[in-house]
């Protein structure tokens, strides 16, 4: 009996401590979801609402700067709010004394996904714009202890544009590029994507060998010729139904004219993130050579044992806030 009472107040005390640790942990997460404001504001040439997360440092006991984090692309069957890269970094840049905005993209508003809408409307140049309007709306009525000024963190998609908003930006204090700083235009960085793609993967080599006009085959052309072609037709027919590699042609109609951007109107400090294993990495490189020939104040990461994914790699990560700490 003895041993009965003693083994049932460890299973008691057991579920009692797992009970309080499920409650501790629900708090930590309502507290840190509690603090992520929704905010909307005007759409330039559009009655629909923009909406963006705006969280301000916790232990604000000073002015601070704003942190606006761009995420990548979005594909085919793979649409996602920007609130799960706000929410993943909120803490990190919480622990700076930074504040955080993340905007979603035209369609998408928390779980609430319109992909007609979604895809009508997504492009490079239109998530330019977005950001512009919020950074407008941040300017119209500034929270409470914002310096005005702004750091930019862009990851793959959102690199480029978070260059081009730290050159338009007047008080930029500094931008961080994981594995989105390419001097190659979009037509040549996709394929090469692709080229490199088959080259690592023996199934994807044989799903490309599969005649284009089979069920569910690639809508790659299979060759360099053939691509170029698709190329000019898709900017000829930016259609918001018709696919290329799990995007549109409107989108990739708008990606393929972006202007490269004006390496001499680079003044604050950026930080260009780069895994050599990457498809883009000679662009990279070719981007940090022309940056610095340009008297750019660019620091470059190359990091020999990494690909595109650095979200897998979190002593990356850690180490681009390091120099963001060190630059600010």
């Given at each position: 009996?003895?041993?009965?009472?003693i083994t049932?107040?460890?299973?008691?005390?057991?579920?009692l401590?797992?009970?309080?640790?499920?409650?501790?942990l629900?708090?930590?997460n309502?507290n840190q979801?509690?603090?992520?404001?929704?905010?909307?504001?005007p759409?330039?040439?559009?009655?629909?609402?923009?909406v963006?997360y705006f969280?301000?440092?916790?232990?604000?006991?000073?002015?601070y700067?704003?942190?606006?984090?761009?995420?990548g692309?979005?594909s085919?069957?793979?649409?996602?709010?920007?609130?799960?890269?706000?929410?993943?970094?909120?803490?990190?840049i919480?622990?700076?004394n930074?504040?955080l905005?993340?905007?979603?993209k035209?369609?998408?508003?928390?779980?609430?996904?319109n992909?007609?809408?979604?895809?009508?409307?997504?492009?490079?140049?239109?998530?330019?714009y977005?950001?512009?309007?919020?950074?407008?709306?941040?300017?119209?009525?500034?929270?409470?202890?914002?310096?005005?000024?702004?750091?930019?963190?862009?990851?793959?998609?959102?690199?480029?544009l978070?260059?081009?908003?730290s050159?338009?930006?007047p008080?930029?204090?500094?931008?961080v590029?994981?594995?989105g700083?390419?001097?190659?235009?979009?037509?040549?960085?996709?394929?090469?994507f692709?080229?490199q793609?088959?080259?690592?993967n023996?199934?994807?080599r044989?799903?490309?060998?599969?005649?284009?006009?089979?069920p569910?085959?690639?809508?790659?052309?299979?060759?360099?010729?053939?691509?170029?072609q698709?190329?000019?037709?898709?900017?000829?027919?930016?259609?918001?139904?018709?696919?290329?590699?799990?995007?549109t042609?409107?989108?990739?109609?708008?990606a393929?004219?972006q202007?490269r951007?004006?390496?001499k109107?680079?003044?604050a400090?950026?930080?260009?993130?780069?895994g050599?294993?990457?498809?883009?990495i000679v662009s990279?490189?070719?981007?940090?050579a022309?940056?610095k020939a340009?008297?750019?104040?660019i620091?470059?990461?190359?990091?020999?044992?990494m690909?595109h994914?650095?979200?897998?790699?979190?002593?990356?990560?850690?180490?681009s806030?390091?120099?963001?700490?060190?630059?600010?």
């Amino acid at each position: 009996m003895a041993k009965e009472r003693i083994t049932m107040r460890f299973i008691n005390s057991f579920f009692l401590i797992l009970s309080l640790s499920i409650l501790s942990l629900w708090a930590n997460n309502h507290n840190q979801a509690s603090k992520v404001l929704r905010v909307t504001c005007p759409r330039r040439d559009s009655n629909t609402a923009l909406v963006y997360y705006f969280s301000k440092p916790s232990q604000q006991t000073q002015s601070y700067p704003m942190v606006i984090m761009c995420d990548g692309s979005s594909s085919k069957r793979d649409l996602r709010s920007a609130l799960f890269i706000h929410q993943y970094f909120d803490k990190t840049i919480d622990a700076l004394n930074y504040g955080l905005i993340t905007v979603e993209k035209w369609g998408i508003d928390g779980n609430a996904i319109n992909e007609k809408e979604f895809w009508s409307h997504y492009s490079r140049s239109q998530r330019f714009y977005d950001h512009l309007d919020v950074i407008k709306h941040l300017e119209s009525g500034p929270p409470e202890g914002w310096d005005g000024t702004i750091i930019f963190i862009g990851v793959s998609e959102g690199g480029p544009l978070v260059n081009q908003l730290s050159i338009i930006y007047p008080k930029t204090r500094a931008t961080v590029n994981w594995v989105g700083a390419g001097d190659w235009d979009w037509a040549d960085e996709f394929w090469e994507f692709w080229e490199q793609l088959k080259k690592n993967n023996f199934l994807i080599r044989l799903y490309d060998l599969l005649p284009r006009w089979m069920p569910f085959a690639s809508d790659i052309p299979q060759t360099r010729q053939e691509y170029d072609q698709l190329v000019e037709h898709i900017k000829q027919n930016p259609l918001p139904d018709k696919w290329l590699g799990g995007m549109t042609y409107f989108y990739h109609a708008d990606a393929f004219q972006q202007k490269r951007i004006d390496y001499k109107k680079i003044y604050a400090p950026m930080l260009v993130v780069a895994g050599a294993q990457d498809s883009i990495i000679v662009s990279c490189d070719e981007f940090v050579a022309k940056a610095k020939a340009a008297g750019a104040p660019i620091t470059y990461l190359r990091v020999e044992d990494m690909d595109h994914w650095i979200r897998k790699r979190p002593d990356v990560i850690k180490k681009s806030f390091e120099w963001l700490r060190e630059n600010i």
